[in-house]
Antibody, heavy 119, light 106 residues
Framework: QVLLVQSGAEMKKPGASVKVSCKAS????????LHWVRQAPGRGLEWLGW????????KYTQKLQGRVTMTADMSINTVYMELQRLTSDDTAFYFC????????????WGQGTLVTVSS | SYELTQPPSVSVSPGQTAIISCSGE??????VSWYQQKAGQSPVMVIS???KRPSGIPERFSGSNSGTTATLTISGTQAVDEAEYYC?????????FGAGTRLTVL
């Protein structure tokens, strides 16, 4: 079955960076985009961008341009989302989600990774 | 930037029909997906491409989209359907989510 398993919770200080992983299994890794969506505590869903394992392309929301990088380790079917220069506004659950094309529906989601930014 | 508007909350009695709306400019020309999120869990897609029900989603969930409004309908609502529901569409290669609707089954 399709599984997206994310890395564990992180606690970071303001100004630091965080790298969250999302390991995919149960399907052909290169056939689907992996997107990242975050959700601040008690808030709604916010799309962050995507990574295409087939060719290494990525696209990010303009809001985080310059601070976010999405990469992959193809040998272990894992995508990473790194966010730099963290502030308290980045405190949120971060989800990876599978999408068949660049812009279709999010059919499978990871379990979420809580990133807490606090001094 | 593109926006999707949902009512903050909808209440329904068990067995009744719940209707959750999602409005946006020219929304009928886009595909809309709906996601259910229960407390402490990841979102689950319940409707894709306006009205398609993924495998494993009960038949009581249905969707439509026309004009400026997409609608998620839950017929014969059950207590287990109590959750936050988000609509989502794409605009210029950017995923946009509605703010979410809290469905309460009284």
């Amino acid at each position: 079955q399709v599984l997206l398993v994310q890395s564990g919770a992180e606690m970071k200080k303001p100004g630091a960076s965080v790298k969250v992983s999302c390991k995919a299994s149960g399907y052909t890794f290169t056939n689907y985009y992996l997107h990242w969506v975050r959700q601040a505590p008690g808030r709604g869903l916010e799309w962050l961008g995507w990574f295409n394992p087939r060719n290494g392309d990525s696209k990010y929301t303009q809001k985080l341009q310059g601070r976010v990088t999405m990469t992959a380790d193809m040998s272990i079917n894992t995508v990473y989302m790194e966010l730099q220069r963290l502030t308290s506004d980045d405190t949120a659950f971060y989800f990876c989600a599978r999408v068949e094309t660049e812009a279709s529906d999010f059919d499978y989601w990871g379990q979420g990774t809580l990133v807490t930014v606090s001094s | 930037s593109y926006e999707l508007t949902q009512p903050p909350s909808v209440s329904v009695s068990p067995g009744q029909t719940a209707i959750i709306s999602c409005s946006g400019e020219r929304l009928g020309s886009k595909f809309v997906s709906w996601y259910q999120q229960k407390a402490g869990q990841s979102p689950v897609m319940v409707i894709s491409d306006d009205s398609k029900r993924p495998s494993g989603i009960p038949e009581r969930f249905s969707g439509s989209n026309s004009g400026t409004t997409a609608t998620l309908t839950i017929s014969g609502t059950q207590a287990v359907d109590e959750a936050e529901y988000y609509c989502q569409a794409w605009d210029n290669r950017i995923a946009v989510f509605g703010a979410g609707t809290r469905l309460t089954v009284l």
